[in-house]
T-cell receptor, first 112, second 114 residues
Framework: GENVEQHPSTLSVQEGDSAVIKCTYSDSASNYFPWYKQELGKRPQLIIDIRSNVGEKKDQRIAVTLNKTAKHFSLHITETQPEDSAVYFCAAGGSTLGRLYFGRGTQLTVWP | GAGVSQSPSNKVTEKGKDVELRCDPISGHTALYWYRQSLGQGLEFLIYFQGNSAPDKSGLPSDRFSAERTGGSVSTLTIQRTQQEDSAVYLC????????????FGPGTRLTVL
């Protein structure tokens, strides 16, 4: 099966700075890479996703990049705000795999 | 339309008792997943249903855990003879058929085993 590694496990940044979370995956069949944000006591929510035919995708202050050759993808958050504080999970999957494989999560704290 | 719903939202039980947790997926979503999340931990995959295919049970931690999906919609996760280490939030998610992606999560059931 797939194996997804996520780093760092914790990340603290000052408000306004950028934050980057990185993930690697092992199965070259994976072709779908979503990112989820989970606030304390809430359910995980999809914030952005990318498919393997695209190298980068942006949505306002968040962006995801994908390097299929190296089998890694990253989440970039610019101009961070305290409300960005949450646990972020990356995942990898594909139609042939049928399910998503999640990373262990990154606790992001944005200090005002 | 409505999102994924789960019931109950909280369940407190005594060690050794059986519990049933329910998940109603988004209408039209044929893929359904169960995850377990212990306090401060990641998402532990339990089981995955896709249409009429045999479920992927590879994540179930022991034979005390089982799940059914009736009529391709509602799913029930059953934990028999609960143990204290079963205490966690149990999350259900659903997605469209044939796509490993865009999973939408329910609010979860918080299970506490005393």
């Amino acid at each position: 099966g797939e194996n997804v590694e996520q780093h760092p496990s914790t990340l603290s940044v000052q408000e306004g700075d950028s934050a980057v979370i990185k993930c690697t995956y092992s199965d070259s069949a994976s072709n779908y890479f979503p990112w989820y944000k989970q606030e304390l006591g809430k359910r995980p929510q999809l914030i952005i996703d990318i498919r393997s035919n695209v190298g980068e995708k942006k949505d306002q202050r968040i962006a995801v990049t994908l390097n299929k050759t190296a089998k890694h993808f990253s989440l970039h958050i610019t101009e961070t705000q305290p409300e960005d504080s949450a646990v972020y999970f990356c995942a990898a999957g594909g139609s042939t795999l049928g399910r998503l494989y999640f990373g262990r999560g990154t606790q992001l704290t944005v200090w005002p | 339309g409505a999102g994924v719903s789960q019931s109950p939202s909280n369940k407190v039980t005594e060690k050794g008792k059986d519990v049933e947790l329910r998940c109603d997926p988004i209408s039209g979503h044929t893929a359904l997943y169960w995850y377990r999340q212990s306090l401060g931990q990641g998402l532990e995959f339990l089981i995955y249903f896709q249409g009429n295919s045999a479920p992927d049970k590879s994540g179930l931690p022991s034979d005390r855990f089982s799940a059914e999906r009736t009529g391709g919609s509602v799913s029930t996760l059953t934990i028999q003879r609960t143990q204290q280490e079963d205490s966690a939030v149990y999350l259900c998610a659903s997605s469209l058929a044939g796509l490993a992606g865009a999973q939408f999560f329910g609010p979860g059931t918080r299970l506490t085993v005393l």
